[in-house]
T-cell receptor
Framework: EAQVTQNPRYLITVTGKKLTVTCSQN?????MSWYRQDPGLGLRQIYY???????DKGDVPEGYKVSRKEKRNFPLILESPSPNQTSLYFC????????????FGPGTRLLVL | KNEVEQSPQNLTAQEGEFITINCSYS?????LHWLQQHPGGGIVSLFM???GKKKHGRLIATINIQEKHSSLHITASHPRDSAVYIC????????????FGKGTLLTVNP
């Protein structure tokens, strides 16, 4: 089954404790991206990747890191999480850049205390 | 930076009604997406448009590139259509970013 998976689905952590949210797709997609969704602000793009080893900032990259060492995986790293990073996070992939149909993961709900 | 505006923010309809949700954007794009998010659920892509019109079942999406405007129509609405509908645009050229509207919350009452 074609899908985008994210882990963990729910996470409660404390300020400053490094964490990684994994994202994996099995569709051989070139483009992968991370978004956060907040009430009243909607979805905002954090980082995206056009291919292996090629990443670029979205609209809200501060406090986040990403890497794309393999085509199928695109982890999101919070080196020192802060409460303002409490949010619902979605990973997505598409065949090519942002002009193709986006396939979203199920979401990761993060609470930073 | 592209600004994406959706209207209305909230919409309540009776089952069977024809629904229209609008999306306007400020600068040229290479593609526009319509997404659906059910309460507590994930996000599903409904349409990706670069021109013209697309239809899938009771859903129709149109885009007018010159006017920088798109509409999502739902015919014969049903309570299961109740969801947040989100418009997103991809900038043209080498711009790979996606910019989103804030969404339209649709409630269809039986």
């Amino acid at each position: 089954e074609a899908q985008v998976t994210q882990n963990p689905r729910y996470l409660i952590t404390v300020t400053g404790k490094k964490l990684t949210v994994t994202c994996s797709q099995n569709m051989n997609h070139e483009y992968m991206s991370w978004y956060r969704q907040d009430p009243g602000l909607g979805l905002r793009q954090i980082y995206y990747s056009m291919n292996v080893e090629v990443t670029d900032k979205g609209d809200v990259p501060e406090g986040y890191k990403v890497s794309r060492k393999e085509k199928r995986n695109f982890p999101l790293i919070l080196e020192s999480p802060s409460p303002n990073q409490t949010s619902l996070y979605f990973c997505a992939s598409s065949r090519d850049r942002g002009t193709e149909t986006q396939y979203f993961g199920p979401g990761t709900r993060l609470l930073v205390l | 930076k592209n600004e994406v505006e959706q209207s209305p923010q909230n919409l309540t309809a009776q089952e069977g009604e024809f629904i229209t949700i609008n999306c306007s954007y400020s600068v040229g794009i290479s593609a526009l997406h319509w997404l659906q998010q059910h309460p507590g659920g994930g996000i599903v892509s409904l349409f990706m448009l670069s021109s013209g019109k697309k239809k899938h079942g009771r859903l129709i999406a149109t885009i007018n590139i010159q006017e920088k405007h798109s509409s999502l129509h739902i015919t014969a609405s049903h309570p299961r259509d109740s969801a947040v509908y989100i418009c997103a645009v991809n900038g043209g050229g080498s711009n790979y970013k996606l910019t989103f509207g804030k969404g339209t919350l649709l409630t269809v009452n039986p």
